[in-house]
């Protein structure tokens, strides 16, 4: 693994003064692995607290050395289940985080969480660590839909945690999960309906997507479980679009709503397609033109961070034409779409694919900018392919 420095679309992002940074934190560990979740989640009968605070802190250390001169304008604590954490690791993390890079005034600390009440009773704490944000993955106000989905909590246990996260966080999101195999619209509008009504200003609703790898695709494999057809789904789809843009909670991002002024930071980073970094198994980065991954089996990570003082896997230079690709898939899902005056990117677009999505209303073009309009977003998995050369 070599680390080899170039200029390229990374760093002609950084013309701001001071360069700003967002930092991704990933805690592996969860109570039970739920069938739809392809993310880097681990179940162990027993975690060493002691030995997983040094090591965060150790492969911080060395991110920080990579990165110097930098502030931080977020931290992501995402998992796995990070609302397992002992709150002395999370205040142990921010305290070396601010150490090494600095923070921005309106920093934004934000911690996954899960509904159940014994996380719950550690809010206070998490918030008295720095946390200002939390993102609840409520997933469904549906006792039913949660037991399908996997769900260790009910829906009474998830009011409440997020009655109690409402009380100690400053900002609070929650998740849903929508368009499941026996769910009709009217069920889905009135779940979301009651969601809305919560306060919450940031809400991240996803369809069911059939993951690779997942319990969920081993019984679609087998004919125990259908999820909807594309026709329906975008059904739900263009439901939650009209209901959360008439509630003031419009979507940002193809499945981000949030009234303006309250997106989550830490995500426009990524989709922005600025630098980031990323430590904890399974993390990954994106350092000054470098592409980075953590080794992503918990024990494998401890094993690198032993040998070489770090959990890093790959630390390899990402091409131009590879770093346009990237900004422009991660950008188009943004319902601000990307700015073609950035360098790298209008070249890397085929003009006639654009053009005729534009005819046909998919896309929409200014002198500078470039969006997927309301009806493409039903189609970005189709779109992206064809206009990105």
Same mark, same amino acid.
């Given at each position: 693994m ?15 003064g001071?360069?700003r ?15 739809y ?6 179940v ?28 931080? /304008? ?6 796995? /289940?990070?609302?397992?954490m ?13 150490? *090494?890079w ?9 911690l ?27 997933q ?6 949660l ?24 900002r609070?999101s ?8 026996d ?6 509008? *009135? ?32 004919g ?13 789809y ?9 509630a ?46 953590? *080794? ?26 590879e ?9 188009l899902r ?22 005729r ?24 998995d ?5 206009i990105?050369?």
């Amino acid at each position: 693994m070599g680390l080899r420095s170039r200029t390229g679309l990374l760093r002609s992002a950084r013309n701001d003064g001071v360069s700003r940074l967002a930092l991704y934190i990933h805690w592996p560990f969860c109570v039970s692995k739920c069938p739809y979740c392809d993310f880097n989640s681990h179940v162990r009968e027993q975690v060493d607290q002691v030995q997983w605070r040094e090591a965060l802190l150790t492969d911080l250390a060395y991110e920080a050395q990579q990165l110097p001169g930098r502030r931080l /304008t977020s931290i992501f604590f995402g998992g796995g /289940t990070p609302s397992l954490m002992p709150p002395e690791t999370v205040a142990a993390l921010l305290q070396a985080a601010e150490r *090494h890079w600095g923070f921005d005034p309106n920093l934004e600390i934000t911690l996954e969480a899960n509904p159940s009440s014994v996380e719950a009773a550690r809010f206070g704490d998490l918030a008295a660590a720095g946390v200002n944000r939390v993102s609840l993955g409520l997933q469904s106000l549906d006792d039913a839909a949660l037991r399908f989905l996997g769900r260790a909590h009910g829906v009474a246990e998830g009011l409440a945690a997020l009655e109690t996260a409402q009380q100690a966080f400053q900002r609070v999101s929650f998740d849903l999960i929508y368009a499941l195999p026996d769910q009709d619209e009217q069920a889905w509008a *009135h779940q979301l309906e009651r969601a809305l009504g919560f306060g919450t200003t940031h809400l991240s609703l996803y369809q069911l997507t059939i993951e690779p790898g997942t319990r969920f695709a081993a019984m679609a494999a087998r004919g125990e479980l259908s999820p909807k057809d594309p026709d329906e789904a975008a059904g739900f789809y263009e439901l939650t679009q009209k209901m959360t843009e008439a509630a003031g909670l419009p979507a940002y991002e193809i499945s981000n709503h949030a009234r303006p002024g309250e997106e989550s930071r830490h995500n426009l980073a990524y989709w922005d397609y600025r630098t980031y970094a990323g430590i904890g198994p399974g993390a990954h980065g994106r350092r000054g033109g470098l592409m980075t991954q953590r *080794h992503r089996k918990p024990e494998n990570w401890l094993a690198a961070l032993a040998r070489n003082g770090h959990g890093a896997q790959v630390e390899e230079a990402l091409s131009p034409d590879e770093a346009a690709h990237e900004a422009l898939l991660m950008g188009l899902r943004l319902r601000k779409g990307i700015d073609l005056r950035r360098p790298g990117l209008a070249e890397h677009l085929d003009a006639q694919a654009v053009e005729r999505l534009e005819a046909q209303g998919l896309l929409q073009r200014s002198e500078d900018r470039l969006r997927v309009t309301p009806a493409g977003m039903l189609l970005l998995d189709a779109i992206l392919p064809e206009i990105v050369i």
